[in-house]
């Protein structure tokens, strides 16, 4: 079968992602391998809602080392509690950060990226990989995006 998106029409963001997520889960369903599944999530969501740069982070040897992405070239290691991805790492939580130059330990993987949010993913209680997606727009992220990019980290951990 080949893989499509059928991508909504609409400039309301929740539409676009409303419209995504089922084909996320479809996407991912049956298939194992985790870097598989990882670079076609990425790849969905850069298309449908045209982020500046998307893509995951792993937990390896107490460091987050660069996965599947979508984007500019990536800072590959990020130490644990540092900048957003291991702040959000440390912390077990969601971050949105409206202005990235004003988050206290900022890496600056592109100087492009104004605002970002990042999301963990657990396994058995702990963070195993975070999702980060970064726009050249400032405080480009909401509510909205928290609500259903973490629907999208729900797919993600039924795989991992």
């Not at 998106?5 to 995504?20: C, M």
């Not at 996965?67 to 957003?84: E, H, L, M």
Request: charged share 20%; with cysteine.
């Amino acid at each position: 079968m080949a893989e499509a998106l059928i991508l909504a029409n609409s400039t309301d963001k929740a539409e676009r992602y409303k419209t995504l997520i089922p084909q996320l889960a479809s996407l991912v369903q049956g298939e194992t391998d985790t870097v598989a599944n990882l670079s076609n999530v990425a790849a969905a969501l850069r298309q449908a809602l045209n982020f500046f740069w998307v893509g995951f982070y792993l937990v390896k040897n107490n460091e987050l080392v660069l996965g599947p992405f979508q984007g500019p070239i990536a800072c590959t290691r990020i130490g644990y509690g540092k900048g957003v991805c291991g702040t959000s790492w440390k912390e077990k939580k969601v971050i949105r950060v409206p202005n990235v130059d004003e988050f206290p330990g900022h890496i600056a993987c592109s100087s492009d990226s104004k605002s970002e949010i990042v999301l963990p993913a657990f396994k058995n209680g702990e963070v195993v990989l975070v999702l980060d997606v970064d726009s050249d727009v400032l405080d480009d992220f909401d509510k909205t995006d928290e609500v259903y990019l973490g629907e999208v980290i729900h797919i993600v951990e039924q795989f991992l």
